[in-house]
């Protein structure tokens, strides 16, 4: 039996969306015991059913908020419904935890309470973005660290590596490092040495891309710096956004583009489904000796189960023992 613990009070629409998440994920995993963390009388008002019997609540009325600065909070709020999730994957009480709450703070709890995989320095978020091919592409670090060296961008590479071969499935996986350029002589000090190294592994590094390329599926992962994957991350999401609320403005300004709505509404439906980042679920922290998953904070319930799914395969590909492997193949 797997055990995936969630922070009911993380998150723009905590605790609605993560209970009625839960609620489905529990009826739809019976190999999965759920455990809500957070105010149990808030979490009983938002279940409206009886809890099935692989779902239990651990009542915590401590939150962190997204004001609270990240590692005091975490050090300050052991009570907390995130750190106490972080504590229960620490002592083995869970396999993993998912969490919509303050990324900093989770990161904190990651690398104070959970710890690093050996040979890891800087875990990294790693998230999927949406291509043109229907794909995806593996974006890390997009939040994590904002100032990686080259050596950590190496670490992504490898951690990247594994995920996306017993995770996503794809055998032999394009890692690409993101530039301003092609060429080998272009970038910064920092990405010019990750370059070196990356082109000196053993990995499928196909070398530098553009961020226009990340779209159009020119690599299965692209490695940079946290400072610089969150802006994309970020971009890649407004963009979006405004694009398919542009579409919905045009096709419902007149009585004829609304007829052709109609006649084109289930491709649209499709294309922006293929979009959406809510279908992708959540974004693991690689290189934390345990599972970790974090949920978008505007996430709703569909974004929530589809982080939950994501946790659990987490588990049953039994990615943790994966990434230490990579790491110790990195090392020799």
Not at 14 to 27: D, S
Not at 132 to 161: I, K
Not at 249 to 260: A, N, P, V
Request: proline letters at 3%; a negative charge; glycine letters at 10%.
């Amino acid at each position: 039996m797997i055990t995936m613990v969630v922070d009911a009070m993380g998150g723009d629409y905590a605790p609605n969306a993560p209970v009625e998440a839960v609620l489905q994920a529990a009826r739809t995993f019976s190999d999965t015991h759920f455990i809500l963390v957070g105010d149990e009388k808030q979490i009983a008002q938002c279940a409206k059913e009886a809890y099935p019997s692989n779902v239990t609540v651990r009542h915590t009325d401590v939150v962190i908020s997204g004001e609270d600065e990240p590692v005091r909070a975490v050090r300050r709020k052991p009570e907390s419904s995130l750190v106490l999730c972080a504590s229960m994957v620490a002592n083995g009480e869970a396999d993993v935890m998912v969490s919509a709450g303050n990324t900093g703070a989770i990161m904190a709890a990651g690398m104070l309470v959970i710890g690093r995989l050996p040979g890891v320095e800087r875990p990294a978020l790693a998230p999927i973005l949406p291509t043109f091919d229907g794909r995806g592409v593996l974006l890390l670090d997009a939040g994590a660290t904002m100032d990686a060296s080259a050596e950590n961008l190496l670490t992504y590479a490898y951690m990247a590596d594994a995920y996306v071969k017993h995770v996503l499935d794809i055998d032999n996986p394009r890692i690409g490092l993101l530039n301003v350029g092609t060429e080998e002589s272009k970038g910064n000090s920092v990405v010019k040495h990750t370059f070196s190294l990356l082109s000196q592994s053993n990995l499928n590094f196909v070398g530098n891309v553009e961020a226009r390329e990340m779209m159009t599926g020119e690599a299965d992962v692209v490695v940079c710096d946290g400072f610089v994957g969150n802006v994309v991350l970020k971009l890649a999401e407004g963009i979006g956004l405004g694009l398919f609320s542009g579409i919905r403005d045009i096709l419902t300004s007149s009585f004829q583009s609304r007829l052709g709505a109609m006649l084109v509404g289930g491709k649209l439906r499709e294309l922006r489904k293929r979009y959406d980042w809510a279908e992708h679920g959540g974004a693991p922290f690689l290189g934390v000796n345990g599972g970790c998953i974090k949920a978008h904070g505007s996430s709703n319930a569909r974004a929530w189960f589809m982080a939950l799914s994501q946790g659990r395969k987490f588990i049953v590909s039994e990615l943790l023992s994966k990434l230490t492997f990579a790491m110790e193949e990195r090392e020799e």
